[in-house]
């Protein structure tokens, strides 16, 4: 799936990254290798200390903001479905805070899942052009109705 995100789109897919980091750091403990995927996750995605000022985040007071729209909450799981996806390897663990974060949003625990299968399926010979795991994304969230 590597795919480059044009400036904005990146600036995005790290505020969800910030977001989901909320949620896990507010646990009162967090699972060392939780946190292991989660740094993977910022590593893969070149976090600087200037994206902390782009997205007007400050760590020491991180907080988990819940979307509170259906769109926002589909432009999250494919943000975290391109974060899991950056070095082309879908781990346990990442499946597993995945399913976490899911449910926070109000998903199905076995959504994840169920959308990875539909990913990693997906007969390429039966499309043309270039694979758009956004639009896969969100068409497969809302067949199943979340």
Not at 75 to 82: P, Q, R
Not at 95 to 109: N, S
Not at 122 to 132: A, K, V
Request: aromatic share 10%; net charge negative.
């Amino acid at each position: 799936m590597k795919r480059h995100l044009n400036k904005d789109h990146l600036v995005s897919v790290k505020k969800s990254y910030f977001n989901i980091l909320a949620l896990f750091l507010h646990e009162d403990k967090m699972e060392s290798r939780y946190l292991r995927c989660l740094l993977k996750w910022g590593f893969q995605l070149n976090l600087s200390p200037e994206d902390l000022r782009t997205a007007n985040i400050d760590l020491s007071s991180l907080s988990y903001l819940h979307p509170s729209e259906t769109v926002q909450k589909l432009e999250a799981i494919y943000h975290l479905v391109y974060m899991i996806y950056l070095d082309e390897v879908v781990e346990d663990i990442e499946l597993e805070v995945a399913t976490i974060f899911a449910q926070t949003l109000g998903f199905k625990p076995n959504i994840v899942s169920e959308l990875f299968k539909s990913i990693a399926t997906r007969d390429t010979d039966e499309h043309e052009g270039p694979r758009n795991v956004h639009d896969e994304v969100l068409d497969f969230l809302k067949l199943n109705e979340v």
